[in-house]
């Protein structure tokens, strides 16, 4: 029986099997309206009600077969919204479908939008709307089960001024009056309601490959499609390690600035931030991600948010398979090398023994938007990881992520049906030697542990070395005076470093402590790092200068995180510069003057970070 804590809908008793959507887009009122008709399922005898999980969503009528049936908005819960409950004219027997239709429209507190003015996007012409709905956010968007354990097909008819796209394959678009054309889409692959995404704006595409077009801003479009031209290399090298891609299409929009997160999965339609373009294509490997995510997350599912590792632990193991074969094993474990810095800092902000940093959290009364960090993807990683080893390397483990997909696509899971079919496939493909070496295990310390994992894997460091050599010097010079110092160094230090391994270099100096303000001045005269443009090195040089109140980064800390609403880069620099020397109250300003700028999933987690709300917020960021 599907179990959810996030969910107020009746998941025991009912499934949505199809949602057909049939929304206008106005972006006077910023507000969708219109109708979703919910074609349901009794898996329960005798349903007389339907409960459906909603957010500041406006219902008007709800009907089956053309008669009004009666309806109550439950008073809202504070996590996790409104419950609309629908009394059914008739009890359903178990088998026994009905559809169902909700008119509706969403309200400006609606969490899975944003609206864009002109102004905020790159044309600064036409208006802009996208939405996000993982975790819990579709219920703002659409009265639905909300819950990744539902996993249904839908169709949509958006009605717009502007070209809509959505995670789903377009079937055709209809002129109408007054400059709306109706576009129209079907997704017949069963995906949850976390993967429900429409975006709507000046857009334009372009063809990457025989089943990829990126789209975005006319203004963008042909940075966008030379940065991305390696996305069709991706799909293959997924398909030959794991099963043929299954969506048909793997398109790419490339979102405003506001976007919360380096990418979201929507299948059919990655969504990505535009912080990718980096002009190097040195920063694709979220687009290996968000492919892995094809088979990980989108065709096997999590069944609730307690166990999103099989998600994003999946998805970190098969990007750094695919990053392997393309350019080389040493690139795959320098990644894993980086990831394993960013678990330490998650682990870290939280506290070793939060119960967050469990790789199988309990969320019961929480909200899962709490408790996202780099925990699920990283200790999940490592733990894929440390079993691949353990189990007698690829030739074992690379089959069986195979096996795997082909057992639960389509399906929702949760840990134990994961470690069941483990256990299984070794036995049944191996023997009873692989069973024993899983005996050997420590699952509980692995899955329910606080902190950092058991096992402390170790991974190939040769395109690390440098970047530790260069910060041993820097740490040494520390002792002399920058003049002094200046002779050790060149402007060509980093020359023959990847944008990677720069960011490795400055991640290890971050470690150190904070260096004299000369010295920083004298690292940035030679390598220019205040005018580099790759967001994650221009991330990174902003973290060591905060670290050292080295005020005269400020106002280039403000400039890049009042521009830049990726999560991972805005939250932790308007923290760090809330907590640095004389920069709390900059931070406040530069935060409260552009929050109409951040998407409101962001806006909610930075207020928390910066003591603007009553809870503060203590987790990482996407």
Known sequence: MPYDPTSQSNLDQVKTNHIHLDLSVDFAAKALSGSAELEIEAIADHVNTLVLDTSFIDVKAVSAAGKTLQFALEKRHEKYGSALTIHLATPLAKGQQSKILVQYATTKECTACQWLEPSQTVGKQHPYMFTQCQAIHARSLVPCQDSPSIKLTYSANIHA?????????????????SGSTTFKFEQKTRIPSYLIALAVGNLEGREIGPRSTVWTEPEVLESAAWEFVDTENFIRTGEELLTPYDWGRYDLLVLPASFPYGGMENPCLTFVTPSLLAGDRSLV??????????????????????????????????????????????????????????????????????????????????????AFSRVPYEKGFNLLYYLEKHLGGASVFEPYLRAHVQEFAGRSINTDDWKAFLYAFMEKTFGQEK????????????????????????????????????????????????????????????????????????????????????????????????????SEIRFRWHMVCLKANYEKIYPEVVAFATTMGRMKFCRPLLRSLYQAKGGAELARTAFLDHKAFYHPIAATMIAKDLGLTKHKNEHDEL
């Open 435 to 534: 069973v024993d070496l899983l005996n050997k295990v420590d699952w509980a310390t692995w899955l329910t542990g606080t902190g950092m994992p058991p096992v402390d894997n170790k991974f190939d460091d040769t395109l690390a070395r440098e970047c530790t050599c260069l910060c041993k010097k820097w740490n040494e010079a520390r002792a002399q005076d920058a003049a002094t110092a200046a002779a050790q160094f060149s402007s060509k230090d980093l020359d023959n470093f990847s944008p990677t391994q720069k960011v490795v270099f400055l991640e290890k100096v971050g470690e150190l402590d904070p260096l004299p303000h000369p010295h920083l001045e004298l690292m940035d005269s030679l390598y220019n790092l205040t005018a580099v443009r790759n």
């Open 161 to 177: 001024p502007l070209r809509a796209v959505m995670s789903a394959v377009p079937i055709g678009e209809e002129k109408g009056a």
């Open 285 to 370: 490997d979220v687009v290996a991600h968000e492919i892995a995510h094809s088979w990980m997350g989108n065709l096997v599912t999590t069944e609730n948010w307690e166990h999103f590792w099989l998600n994003e632990g999946f998805t970190v193991f098969v990007e750094r398979k695919i990053l392997g074969r393309m350019k080389g094993k040493e690139h795959s474990e320098f990644s894993a090398i980086l990831g394993h810095k960013a678990l330490q800092e998650s682990v870290s902000l939280y506290g070793n023994e939060h119960p967050f940093t469990a790789l199988r959290p309990c969320l019961r009364g929480e909200d899962p938007d709490d």
